[in-house]
């Protein structure tokens, strides 16, 4: 009877089935990676609507803040007194520096002088916040305001300078959430949609609050998130109060890697 000859299968089985876990370490790796990729770009999209958050809040504060007189320093107040002013004129003035004096915080005071109710008068920049938002007539389309290129790591840099970061993070931790912070940027722009009536319903106890209809003037807040590419370092904190006639190419070399865009309306008591 003949017998097989079965020297070298153990060797051969044994390659196989490293092959086999070999493939199967392999695509779990490849698993692993995918999830862990795809955590980061769900938790860098939640980031970014964030930021679009942001945008909307601070045209809310611009829009306040043209209402009931921009913040400025005092020294820019006193220094920017009308001359030729009556004695009446120079009396009113002077009120209103020592009120404003009196009001002051952390070196700042209402310029009463300059109240407005924002208009529409200028053209948008043309961005990729702005070109995100399909619904707009373009057609004449003007804005009261259009504030570009923001940087959200600038506007909560106070975090990163409190020193009980310390404790919780190594300094080269929290450079590295620095840098990534200032990947993020925001953009908003304003425009005046006319009267409007509100209510000034509430539980609060102040004397004004009412179930009556007021009139006021509305304003729609377009806001946007952007966090840009690696490679792109480069940021404005103002340019011509966000209105440079050089537009987004000059100051921003690459697209966004993530846009998130909103929009709100608010409604200002005249």
Not at 21 to 49: K, P, R
Not at 119 to 135: G, L
């Amino acid at each position: 009877m003949k017998r097989k000859n079965e020297k070298g299968f153990a060797l051969v089985l044994s390659l196989l089935l490293l092959l086999v876990m070999s493939l199967m370490g392999g695509a779990l790796i490849v698993i692993s990676s995918t999830d862990h990729q795809s955590n980061n770009t769900s938790d860098e999209y939640q980031q970014t609507f964030y930021v679009a958050e942001t945008a909307l809040l601070e045209g809310e504060k611009f829009i306040i803040n043209q209402m009931m007189g921009p913040w400025v320093v005092m020294d820019t107040i006193e220094s920017e007194k009308p001359v030729g002013l009556s004695d009446d004129e120079e009396a009113n003035w002077n009120l209103m520096v020592a009120q404003m004096e009196a009001n002051k915080q952390q070196g700042l005071s209402r310029y009463v002088d300059k109240r407005d109710l924002p208009q529409n008068r200028f053209d948008p920049q043309q961005t990729p916040c702005y070109n995100s938002f399909r619904n707009i007539n373009r057609t004449g389309f003007q804005v009261a305001y259009h504030e570009i290129n923001k940087n959200f790591g600038s506007l909560i840099q106070a975090v990163f300078s409190d020193g009980n970061l310390d404790t919780l993070a190594e300094t080269d931790t929290i450079t590295r959430e620095k840098a990534h912070m200032d990947r993020f940027r925001y953009e908003y722009f304003i425009v005046n949609i006319g009267s409007a009536t509100f209510r000034g319903a509430g539980a609060s106890l102040k004397k004004t609050t009412t179930n009556t209809q007021t009139s006021g003037t509305a304003y729609k807040i377009y806001g946007c998130g952007y966090m840009m590419p690696k490679s792109e370092s480069k940021s404005v904190d103002n340019i011509d109060d966000g209105f440079s006639t050089e537009g987004w190419a000059a100051v921003q070399g690459e697209d966004p890697d993530i846009l998130v865009a909103l929009e709100t309306v608010a409604v200002l008591s005249n």
